[in-house]
């Protein structure tokens, strides 16, 4: 049977759990090895990816991006940093700020697949909608 | 006039209120010939409405562990890879209205006509489970096809589902559209679905819908042979919303889905390109739900539900006259009889081109009216015997009088089932001809002249005996008073030649 790359990311984080920087290393090396012999070096990437994830996910961090008009300040980004601690109920957040000016005001939240959509633009589209 | 107008929109701005809610969105990952695969979307539900960043609509057909699969309606052109999706939280559905009759629409319920846009506030799932068996009541009422071969011997009745099927070029769609004229005042609401046929040949069957004035009583959908796959595989499901939603308010509908051959073959390949696995004939698995699911949902409710009913009429297209691949034995099975069009009969001059033997009608005698079902009867029979004898039809002279007159009469039952198109026929006078030709009352008359003799016999009927026809029309039966003003009517017409 074929194996997916989210089996094998999920192994890879069993086998890395609670070891030290050393152990891990060799597990890794052998991990690629075992990847080299299944052929399956060619989807290294999206099991990085799938890893990151799930590694995510039992350690309660979140990636998180806000897209704003202008940069935002730091007692800005606390704030929303916080509004997700909250909300998700994770430990530690990874936010990163976007500058997009077409959105005119307002910011948009992006946690994966969900969004937040508090733009101007947005709204802007919304009462278009409503007028006509 | 300006201050108003001021005050209106500021009117309309004050009330107006932005919320942000929570939507769930995905990425494209690969696109390809009308299927999406997209990325996230982990809470999408099968056949959601999914929207990308241009405006364009898919729907959910696939539903995988970290990707969907979705159907693109309309120009699937402007969308890449790594454009945005958000869902809905809409099943798909299309907007339903009394405005769409005698309008040609698209499977999205928008007109393509020319003619204003279509506008409603009501809107009906495409996909719905039928009716149960609570709701249901049996076929009890007549569709009048206005073929006389159709309504004496394979009768369709309300709620009924009869197939149509046979080779190209055979005359399918013209039983269908010959139908359709004849419910005119018939309190039937006619919808034609096109699915992928040449956008030449619907808008000849529209402009022959609108000279019979057909149209007021008939929606057209259409998805023609350009439009995408996914058009054509809604189409009839589109077709089935707009009908239930007259059904729900108990109005009787017809719905001719034209044909279920290139629906199929439109689902097999947007399954195929979904990567589902291909099963015979490379169809998926789920070809004959596909199938009987569409076509359960004609039916005809109890008075308690509404009363109303879905008739449904769905063409099957044969290759060479083998009614035994894969599709047609499906459909068959489906549905409640067949019509069976053979291209042999048609080129033999009989048109319409109906296989009496292997047509059947499972409900319709049900739904036949007393004097039909008297007459046909009879048709019925003489026309089995000659079928048998007619082998033998070529040694003329060496036949005894009881065979030979069975031959005669046969030859004259072929004669008179004969019809042109466009022109359905009123079941009084279907009665009275049927009536007169198995009484005998055609005997004496050659055969090449029975075309003829009818035609100057409902005109007769017509202009001088109108009484006889609007008693059998309101009696719907034949009692001894009506057969016997048949019979001098009759012979009154056959002293006037």
Redesign the interface.
């Given at each position: 049977m074929k194996i997916s790359t989210?089996q094998y990311a999920e192994v890879l984080y069993d086998l890395t759990l609670g070891k030290s920087e050393a152990e891990v290393n060799i597990v890794v090396e052998k991990f690629i090895k075992e990847l080299v012999n299944g052929n399956q070096i060619k989807s290294a990437s999206k099991i990085i990816e799938k890893f990151e994830k799930i590694y995510n996910k039992n350690n309660g961090i979140i990636e998180a991006s806000v897209t704003s008009a202008e940069k935002l300040d730091k007692s800005q980004m606390e704030k929303i940093e916080k509004y997700l601690l909250d909300k998700y109920k994770a430990k530690q957040v990874v936010l990163n700020n976007e500058v997009k000016p077409e959105i005119k005001g307002g910011i948009i939240l992006?946690v994966?697949?969900?969004?937040?959509?508090?733009s101007i633009l947005?709204?802007l589209r919304?009462?278009k909608s409503?007028?006509i | 006039m300006k201050n108003y107008i001021v005050e209106q929109l500021k009117k309309?701005?004050e009330g107006?209120q932005?919320e942000?809610?929570?939507?769930?969105?995905?990425k494209v990952l690969e696109i390809g010939d009308g299927v999406a695969r997209i990325?996230?979307?982990?809470d999408a539900m099968a056949s959601e409405m999914l929207e990308f960043s241009d405006g364009t609509v898919a729907v959910a057909l696939n539903l995988e562990?970290?990707q969907v699969g979705a159907m693109i309606l309309g120009d699937f052109k402007g969308i890449k890879e790594g454009d945005e999706v958000k869902s809905t939280g809409k099943i798909l559905s299309i907007p339903v209205t009394e405005k769409m009759i005698g309008r040609v629409i698209n499977p999205l319920g928008q007109a393509i006509d020319g003619k204003e846009e279509i506008k409603s506030d009501k809107f009906y799932p495409i996909e719905k489970i039928a009716p149960g068996v609570i709701e249901r009541k049996s076929v009890h009422q007549p569709v009048q096809t206005g073929i006389k071969a159709i309504d004496a011997m394979i009768p369709v009745g309300r709620g009924q589902r009869e197939l149509i099927i046979g080779d190209r070029q055979t005359g399918k769609t013209a039983i269908a559209i010959d139908t359709i004229i004849n419910q005119k005042g018939q309190d039937m609401i006619c919808i034609y679905v096109a699915i992928g046929q040449k956008e030449s040949k619907i808008s000849r069957i529209v402009a022959e819908l609108e000279k019979n004035g057909a149209m007021d009583h008939t929606i057209v959908i259409v998805a023609g042979a350009s439009d995408s796959a996914a058009f054509s595989f809604i189409s009839p499901y589109s077709g089935a919303a707009i009908g239930e939603y007259f059904m729900d308010q108990g109005k009787d509908v017809l719905i001719v889905y034209d044909d279920l051959s290139k629906h199929a073959w439109a689902y097999r390949q947007i399954s195929l390109i979904l990567k589902r696995p291909p099963g015979r004939e490379a169809y998926p698995g789920d070809i004959f739900y596909l199938h009987s699911r569409l076509l359960e949902r004609s039916a005809k409710l109890d008075e308690k539900f509404g009363g109303g009913s879905i008739t449904a009429l769905p063409i099957i297209e044969t290759q060479a006259g083998d009614v035994s691949a894969y599709i047609p034995t499906n459909v068959i099975s489906i549905t409640d009889g067949q019509i069976y069009l053979e291209a042999d009969l048609f080129y033999k001059g009989i048109r319409p081109a109906l296989n009496v033997g292997l047509s059947v009608s499972r409900v319709g005698s049900a739904a036949q009216i007393k004097a039909m079902k008297k007459v046909a009867g009879k048709l019925r029979l003489d026309l089995a015997q000659f079928r048998e004898l007619e082998a033998f039809a070529q040694f003329g002279s060496d036949l005894d009088e009881k065979t030979r007159a069975q031959i005669e009469r046969g030859k004259r039952t072929v004669e008179i089932l004969k019809q042109d198109q466009y022109a359905p026929m009123l079941v009084e006078n279907q009665v009275s001809i049927i009536y007169a030709l198995i009484n005998g009352f055609l005997d004496d008359v050659a055969v090449e002249k029975i075309s003829q003799w009818e035609a100057d016999f409902h005109k007769f009927m017509k202009s001088s005996k109108k009484e006889v026809l609007e008693k059998i029309a309101t009696q719907k039966e034949l009692n001894d008073e009506i057969v016997a003003d048949l019979n001098k009517a009759i012979e009154e017409y056959k002293n006037t030649i």
């Open positions: 989210k992006r994966e697949d969900e969004i937040l959509d508090g947005n709204q919304s009462l409503k007028l | 309309q701005i107006f932005t942000t809610k929570l939507e769930k969105i995905g990325s996230g979307l982990s562990e970290d």
